[in-house]
Each structure stands twice: as C-alpha cells, then as structure tokens.
Nanobody
C-alpha cells in the first residue's frame, strides 16, 4: 500500500512558477516510477511527467517539455514538479501517481494522491 499527498498548488499569474511536491509512504519508494498527471475541468486526466525509480530517466508530455521538470529525492520519499513559464492552459488539478512501470495511461496507476489545484491567471 502506498499513500501519496500532494502540495504546492495555488494561484499564479501567467509566466510565473510553482513547485509541486508529493510525499509518498512506503519503504520501497525507490522501486516505483513516479508520475504527475493533470485534469482540467471537462477534460480527461492527462500525463504530464514521470521519473524512474533511480531518477536517472525522465519522461515528459510534449506540451510541457522544456517548461516543467520532474525530480525525486528517494531519501525523503518525495517527488517534485517544477513548473515554469506557466500558461492559463496549465490550469488543472495535478495528481501524483505511482506504478512499477512507466506508462502514460492513467489506467495503469493504482495509487493516487488527492490532487492539488493549480490555477494560472492571464
């Protein structure tokens, strides 16, 4: 069983930055691929970024490549999403998720946090 708690969301103006955090429970944190998804009102949940257990491999959606950076600290059981140059279209609830293998499909992930709201004003 893995529990995930996101934090760091908020209201920011376009062009600003936010750093999301996800705290994970479990002694085998470094065994899991950690992922960020987001869901805007009326839209499906979409893949944002993922990072391998060691942190050596990262994956990004084309829409955020070069804008967002995912990282993790296995000693602290934490994963982060640094979001720069935010745009109104980045507005969504951002979720942290965990899986044994990398996947861009939300249906592959069994454990989810409660989500944190990010709102970017124009």
């Amino acid at each position: 069983q893995v529990q995930l708690v996101e934090s760091g969301g908020g209201l920011v103006q376009a062009g600003g930055s936010l750093r999301l955090s996800c705290a994970a429970s479990g002694r085998t944190f470094s065994s899991y691929v950690m992922c960020w998804f987001r869901q805007a009102p009326g839209k499906e949940r979409e893949f944002v970024a993922a990072i391998s257990g060691s942190g050596g491999s990262t994956y990004y959606a084309n829409s955020v490549k070069g804008q967002f950076t995912i990282s993790r600290d296995n000693a602290k059981n934490m994963v982060y999403l640094q979001m720069n140059r935010l745009k109104p279209e980045d507005t969504a609830v951002y979720y942290c998720a965990v899986n044994r293998r990398y996947s861009v499909s939300p249906y592959s992930y069994d454990y989810w946090g409660q989500g944190t709201q990010v709102t970017v004003s124009s």
